[in-house]
């Protein structure tokens, strides 16, 4: 027998086993769509520059220490991709690994009220088992290659491919992090690196922006304040209109009937004695992210995209909701699309949240739009008025999503006392055309979503012009514009109008409002940003005028 031949095909068994072990986490998948059997099939360019490394460095002791960071580093982006996994599944958004810190022990509590301490326990065991196997194994694989014996040539041979290896996979980085372009595409990727990069920059951008964001905390001139809006005597309510952009008032194909229906709600509710005044404000976003905007309103910071965001929850910051809560409203959120876990709601001062699920629907969804926006508003009132004490005022936000894409189908605006459990809608459902025949002809969406916006803003007219008698103060607020190829404007800007009693109106409009519903076309757009302080020292008799909130944070 062929001792030496067994000895040899031994170690190349071994080393091919080893090679297995980290192939197989250098394409760990970080999403539940990548979850393939042809992921199996994927080439990580990361592989190749390890294996070549620890042949040309050896096991002396820089191969040691080597070893000892490669084990560390997989370790960690293995940890994050699997906390990637979590996020994607539970709340459609990958994982931040400096903003989301403080939702482990929210994950750990759901655990608990959902299973039970025992579940819990073992969930944590069971993680931090799955994480010390998993370094021992990438120890043990590394550890197989850099004791592989080779003659000097080849030795030589490998750092020199090992050079090569890294230079092709930083390349691939970077061609697809937008960094640089390349006049080829490598034979593989390097998904694992480009994970570790990300969320690098991501540490380091959300930590910048957190140490900005404490500061605006620390220096907010209302923080803790027990006083504010004492000039308010009723509801107020934050209408977010999904979707509703300038391009409403400016490009003639929506203009001409989103000004029609502007013009004859201001005139009804006129007539019923209420007050209106509109500007326009720039929004953080646009095309889709709605809650940016929303945040940029609560927080009166600029957050303009999701590191941002994720900073802003976790600095501290007081928003319009906390602070109306500690002068004595009830603050509640009404939000028909969020279907999943929401755990950044603590963070933002609402002590009553109103999910999908909450608020009753029993009709089809239109499509990815869980409700329309009539029955939104009508089960707010319905489920808040149960919940608020006699005596004590609401302030609210209310998210809107009739007008969020794909704007099929457009529900009909009905007889309040009819909308029952949402099902007198399903005929609408069941009788219109799917997505995907209107998607195919970009004329047929720009169309979908004029009538979408158009409902939305008959909807906000006709709860203001039910409530009339004893009106809320309304502050109505587009999100952002729709995209570009939709919206046909492009720029970041957005109607705001206030509805109400005309005591309250006044006190809110300064020279950038214009009375009625339609905004002068020469009104100076101001940031969303400002909005938080120009509510506050409106709305407030011990707040003066002049005061201005410093913040080292850039806005328009």
């Known amino acids: 027998m062929n001792w030496r031949g067994v000895l040899n095909m031994r170690v190349a068994g071994v080393a091919l086993l080893a090679a297995l072990v980290l192939h197989l986490v250098l394409i760990q998948p970080n999403h539940p769509a990548a979850v393939a059997w042809d992921a199996l099939l994927l080439f990580p360019l990361e592989l190749p520059a390890i294996l070549l490394t620890l042949i040309a460095i050896g096991s002396g002791s820089f191969g040691r220490f080597l070893r000892v960071v490669l084990v560390v580093v997989l370790t960690l982006i293995a940890a994050l991709k699997a906390a990637d996994f979590i996020m994607f599944t539970s ?28 579940a819990a326990g073992l969930a944590v065991v069971s993680a931090i088992i799955a994480v010390i196997v998993l370094a021992v194994g990438l120890w043990w694989a590394c550890r197989v290659w850099s004791r592989l ?8 041979l490998a750092g020199i491919g090992a050079v090569a290896a890294t230079v092709l996979l930083i390349a691939d980085v970077g061609q697809k992090m937008g960094h640089w372009s390349l006049p080829y595409s490598a034979p593989g990727t390097a998904f694992t690196a480009r994970v570790g990069v990300e969320r690098i920059e991501m540490a380091q951008k959300t930590l910048t922006d ?19 809006f004492d000039l308010v005597d009723r509801d107020v309510l934050v209408v977010f209109v999904e979707s509703y952009g300038r391009t409403s008032l400016d490009t003639p194909f929506y203009a001409d009937l989103h000004r029609e229906t502007l013009l004859a709600g201001q005139q009804q509710l006129q007539d019923l004695g ?12 646009q095309g889709g992210q709605s809650w940016l905007a929303h945040s940029t309103f609560a927080n009166g910071l600029w ?24 002068s004595g409203f009830h603050t509640a959120a009404v939000m028909p ?32 739009i869980t409700m329309p926006d009539q029955f939104t508003f009508a089960a707010m009132d319905r489920l808040l008025g149960a919940k608020i004490p006699q005596g004590q005022f609401l302030f609210g936000q209310i998210a809107l999503g009739s007008s969020h894409a794909p704007w099929v189908p457009v529900p009909d605006l009905i007889d309040w006392d009819q909308l029952g459990d949402g099902s007198v809608f399903d005929p609408i459902v069941e009788n219109s055309d799917l997505p995907s025949e209107v998607w195919k002809d970009h004329d047929r969406v720009r169309d979908q979503y ?16 039910l409530h009339a008698e004893d009106p809320p103060l309304l502050i109505v607020i587009g999100d952002h514009q729709a995209a570009g190829f939709v919206a ?34 020469a009104t100076q757009v101001r940031s969303m940003a400002d909005m938080r302080a120009h509510l506050i020292r409106s709305l407030s008799s011990g707040v003066m005028p002049e005061t201005v909130e410093q913040s080292q944070l850039d806005h328009p």
Do not use: C
Not at 149 to 156: A, G
Not at 274 to 285: A, E, H, V, W
Not at 303 to 326: E, K, M, P, V
């Open 450 to 465: 004029r009538l979408a916006v158009d409902y939305a803003l008959q909807v906000v007219f006709a709860y203001a012009a």
């Open 337 to 368: 699309q969020i279907t999943l876990d929401w755990p950044e709601a603590q963070f933002m001062g609402f002590e009553t949240i109103l999910a999908a699920k909450d608020l009753g629907y029993k009709g089809l969804p239109f499509n990815w």
């Open 91 to 118: 709340l459609n958004r990958g994982f931040n690994p400096v903003a989301d810190l403080p939702l482990v022990s929210s994950l750990f509590d759901l655990i608990i009220g959902a299973f039970g301490p025992i």
């Open 274 to 285: 209420l007050s209106m005044t509109s500007t326009i404000l720039q929004s953080p976003t």
């Open 210 to 228: 957190l140490r900005a964001f404490r500061l605006a905390a620390v220096q907010d001139p209302y923080a803790d304040q027990t006083d504010l």
């Open 488 to 521: 046909l404007d492009e720029r970041p800007h957005v109607p705001m109008h206030l509805i109400g009693p005309k005591h309250l109106v006044d006190a809110l409009s300064d020279d950038q409002f214009h009375p009625g519903l339609i905004p002068d076309e």
């Open 149 to 156: 014996q080779v003659s000097p040539r080849l030795t030589r």
């Open 303 to 326: 957050i303009d995209n999701q590191t941002a965001y994720g900073a802003a929850l976790s600095s501290g910051r007081q928003t319009l909701f906390h602070l109306a809560a500690q």
